[in-house]
């Protein structure tokens, strides 16, 4: 049977959820611009394999993905798609809702979308366990691979970056022209960094205007970092190490 929800009928799926221990995955990403080399789905793609790889050592189910985020800064170029947050805290609280219907008592949701995400999951989450009784985990990969990141010599995260089109050169290669990568570095700015691993004082994260977002788009499309020195091999070592927390993450859910 497949780990996709979607991909199994009623029966099958109770049977999964069994086996999985009532432990469900939800990836969530967004649908936005990703510069002159990356596709659209990058942030859906990356949860979805991340969600894949480790459901399928646990035998957890994987809901289908939320495709769609909180991206109005990204909207200054086509084909992003960008939802209110509080549509989105309802969105994905009627998803947990519809699930926990049907047993599904434990939910891992994956941000793919790093920090911009997380402030509307965060209530999406707390309502769903104070309303629902039901326990919710979030699983962000920017905050999840920090002990790895002196290892694997990423710069500081951007969009479009190193670490994205690493990832996606690993799990995605056919969807990655690295003919058409930009680097446009990410500048330093004294006590502020959306970056977790950044080792200084920081403020939380604002999604930055339209009009802010122009001077990336003036130097690379949309890209801030420096996609060149991205590689399958970090790529692969990045998606391991999250894979590998991710499971652990399962593990501890479904012992519990």
């Not at 049907?102 to 891992?108: A, D, L, R, S």
């Not at 941000?111 to 309502?127: D, F, L, P, S, T």
């Not at 690295?178 to 999604?207: H, I, Q, R, W």
């Amino acid at each position: 049977m497949s780990i996709w929800l979607q991909e199994n009928s009623w029966e099958e799926l109770d049977e999964l959820r069994k086996t999985g221990k009532n432990v469900i995955i939800i990836p969530v990403g967004s649908t936005e611009q990703h510069g002159y080399h990356l596709p659209l789905g990058t942030d859906t793609m990356v949860a979805m394999s991340l969600a894949e790889d480790a459901a399928q050592q646990t035998k957890t189910v994987v809901a289908p993905p939320l495709w769609f985020g909180w991206s109005p800064h990204h909207m200054a170029l086509p084909g992003t798609i960008t939802f209110r947050p509080e549509v989105l805290i309802e969105v994905l609280y009627d998803i947990i809702d519809s699930l926990q219907v049907h047993g599904f008592q434990k939910f891992v949701i994956i941000n793919g979308h790093r920090i911009v995400n997380i402030a509307w999951m965060q209530v999406a989450a707390e309502k769903a366990q104070r309303q629902l009784g039901v326990k919710v985990v979030l699983f962000d990969p920017a905050f999840m691979s920090k002990d790895i990141m002196d290892d694997l010599q990423f710069e500081s995260v951007g969009h479009s970056d190193e670490i994205e089109t690493s990832h996606m050169l690993y799990r995605h290669p056919n969807l990655v022209d690295m003919s058409k990568a930009v680097d446009n570095p990410v500048l330093e700015n004294s006590l502020y960094s959306c970056d977790p691993s950044f080792t200084g004082d920081t403020l939380c994260y604002v999604p930055s205007t339209v009009k802010d977002m122009r001077n990336s788009i003036d130097a690379a499309g949309g890209t801030t970092g420096k996609p060149s020195k991205a590689s399958a091999e970090k790529g692969e070592k990045y998606h391991k190490h999250l894979v590998n927390h991710l499971i652990q993450v399962i593990i501890q859910l479904q012992q519990n």
